[in-house]
């Protein structure tokens, strides 16, 4: 069997920063409140009319194939992380097979929310590892300010999360010894509705049923968060699976180079770096300049900590995150 190795690396975010001075000229917060809470300075927002879920992803998978070595043509697979697409249906990933000019080749879309960009690049590692494809695409992207409830009534949720895209080539590796070691994924589906959008959905609320009602306080079609139960449950699910990957590989936390947590909360992922040990070269974070950008933080976060020269060839590289669903994984790389 092959590994598969990360051959490039490729993010965007849009132009249009958003500061809690600019949220709390719309809503009832402020600056040191975000700050305290999050650890969140600023996020990025698409302007209406502009990008989408999808050609965020496009302009990153550009810089990714470029980065790579590779000719467009020679991926042979594409998966997709978003919990925002461009459409209800068909997924981003066809969109992005159709904006880049790929041959026919199979595109598969991920609903995972946060931890959506780990469980891809698991999809991906399979493939390759069995000899199936060489070369996956693998996308994490994300537009959630066109869906926030920007007021007062839905501030506790709207600060955290920005837009922005991050892309990885993932390329076959006959060196056992290099590439992605190990992924976990994990899911506690009991908890779904406590970090989730109910509507528009099959289950309770459809788009007909929204309309008919013409309710202005109905808030199912906005983002819902039990702030505190999510904390208290990520804490606990991050250091698990980080040390589960950890474990299968014969590794302790003492062998970790870099730490690339999803970026939920500054406070989260200082949580854990105090847990294992870890000194502030050794873990990346991003949330401040970006907020939560959900599938799109770790690939966003990875390519800046590569670009920042704070990943080389040879260190071990750890990627973890938790979310809705509840779903949470982790990966280990030997870089």
Known sequence: MYNSKITGLGYFVPENVVTNDDLAKVMDTNDAWIQERTGIKERRHVVKGGDTTTTMGVKAAKIAIERAGIDKDDIDFIVFATLSPDYYFPGPGVLVQRDLGIKTVGALDVRNQ??????ALSVAD?????GMYKNVLVIG???????????????SVSVIFGDGAGAAVLSREEDNSKGLLSTHLHSEGQHAEELS??????????VTDIIEDNDPNDESFYPHMNGQFVFK??????SEVIMEGLKTNDLTPEDIDMLVPHQANLRISQFIQ??????????????????NTTAASIPIALTEAWEKGKIKEGDL???AAFGSGFTWGSAIIKW
């Open 114 to 119: 946060c931890s959506g960009f780990i469980y």
């Open 126 to 130: 399979q493939y390759i590892k069995t």
């Open 141 to 155: 992207s994300e537009l959630h300010s066109h869906g926030l409830d920007m007021t007062t009534r839905g501030r």
């Open 197 to 206: 959008l109910i509507a528009p959905g099959m289950g309770k609320r459809w």
């Open 233 to 238: 449950n990520a804490v606990v699910r991050f």
């Open 274 to 291: 105090k847990k294992f040990g870890l000194g502030d070269d050794q873990v990346f974070n991003n949330i401040m300049k970006y907020g």
């Open 317 to 319: 590289v750890v990627l």
